[in-house]
Structures are given as C-alpha cells and as structure tokens.
C-alpha cells in the first residue's frame, strides 16, 4: 500500500536556526513527490515536485532534496513568514496511480 | 480573477439541511478534485473528474454528491450529513488527471482556499 510518513509532526526554530523536515515514502514505484505549504485558513500552496531520486530544487530559503525512499525540506536562515504547516504527497504508478497520498504534514513555527 | 476560486467560504449547517460547495477555475484546467482536511489527518481524496467525466470514487457515502457541469466549474452536493462530517473541504485542479497514462508528465495539483464545514 502506498504510504507518506512527515516527521517531526511540529518543528519550533528561532530565527536563523536551519533545519529539515523529512517526508518518507513508500510506493509501488514513484512518478512524482511534491511539497505544498499551507497557512492558516488557506489551501496548501505547490512549492516543488521531484521526479528522481538525486534531484534538488530551490526557492529562496527552502531546498527539496529526494532519495529513493524519502525526500527533506531544507529550510535555511528561516524568518517569521516560513511558519506554515508543510506538505508531501506522492503520486504513484501503480495502485493509487495518477491520485496525490499525502502525509499528515509538519507545523513549523519560527520566533523572532 | 485567477487560480481556484471556492464558495462559501463558511458553512454552518444542521443535519437535515441541504447545502452546496462551490468550485471554479480559472487555470483552464481539465480536471478537477474534490478533497476532506480533518485535524490530524492527511487529505482524503473524495472525488476526481477529468473533462467532466467522474473517474474517482474515494468510498465516499452517498450524502457528498458531486457535479461537474464543465472543466471550471465544480459543486458538492450535501446532505443530511453527519458530525464527523465537519472538516475543511478543498477544491483542487491540474492540467488532466494521469491515471493509467505513464507517458504522461506529473503536474501539481492546485488548491483553493476551502470551505469550513460544520455540522450542528
């Protein structure tokens, strides 16, 4: 069955402070991964989609990496704009094919 | 006006009343989906139409009913639903739906704002 697992479920950084949210995966076989962000009261927003493992993308201070069996959000130098709660999904080729599996999601909170 | 566009945004509702969502699209998009947020709980996808044919059923009880009249506009019909039926109801849409199409490039998926549903 195919499954997305994002750890940790709430992050609290200051200011500055680095750090990585982990989504994990398990599919038949993988066409695609995304991360959206959400706030408060929206719709999740795309940030990225990553085909194959070894691929990166970038946006500002954000950095989505992906491997065979998970993908990180790097965020670096994080300010108080980052907080939002983060969102994988996967989109598989067999089984759930064509549908996004999303995980639960991490909060992600940053103090000034 | 531009992206995905839902209405209301609030819904309070009793459980024997009838009420509809309301989605549209302004991405020129054919294919169109409707999903359920609840606290804790990752999206549940309920329904998928692609150029206005229905091709995704999620086990979904027979008081959500959608419609799709054409590839912008999308409705979900309520009622007589239950209180664990309260949760944010997001509309989305993509280029097309690629199920069973292998050839076929991955495109995100794009969100609207919701509808905050509650059931009294």
């Known amino acids: 069955e195919d499954q997305v697992t994002q750890s940790p479920e709430a992050l609290r950084l200051q200011e500055g402070e680095s750090s990585s949210l982990n989504c994990s995966y398990t599919?038949?076989?993988?066409?695609?991964l995304f991360w959206y962000r959400q706030d408060p009261g929206k719709g999740p927003e795309f940030l990225f989609t990553?085909?194959?493992a070894g691929e990166e993308k970038e946006k500002e201070r954000l950095k989505a990496t992906l491997t065979k069996k998970e993908s990180f959000l790097h965020i670096t130098a994080p300010k108080p704009e980052d907080s939002a709660t983060y969102l994988c999904a996967v989109q598989a080729t067999g089984g759930s094919q064509g549908n996004l599996i999303f995980g639960k999601g991490t909060k992600l909170s940053v103090k000034p | 006006e531009t992206g995905v566009t839902q209405t209301p945004r609030h819904l309070v509702m009793g459980m024997t009343n009838k009420k509809s969502l309301k989605c549209e699209q302004h991405l020129g998009h054919n294919a169109m989906y409707w999903y359920k947020q609840s606290a804790k709980k990752p999206l549940e996808l309920m329904f998928v139409y692609n150029f206005k044919e229905q091709t995704e059923n999620n086990s979904v009880p027979s008081r959500f009913s959608p419609e799709c009249p054409n590839s912008s506009h999308l409705f979900l019909h309520l009622h007589t639903l239950q209180p664990e039926d309260s949760a944010l109801y997001l509309c989305a849409s993509s280029p097309q739906h690629l199920r069973g199409n292998p050839a076929t490039g991955n495109q995100p998926q794009h969100f609207g704002d919701g509808t905050r549903l509650s059931i009294l």
């Open positions: 599919v038949s076989g993988l066409r695609g």
């Open positions: 990553l085909y194959s």
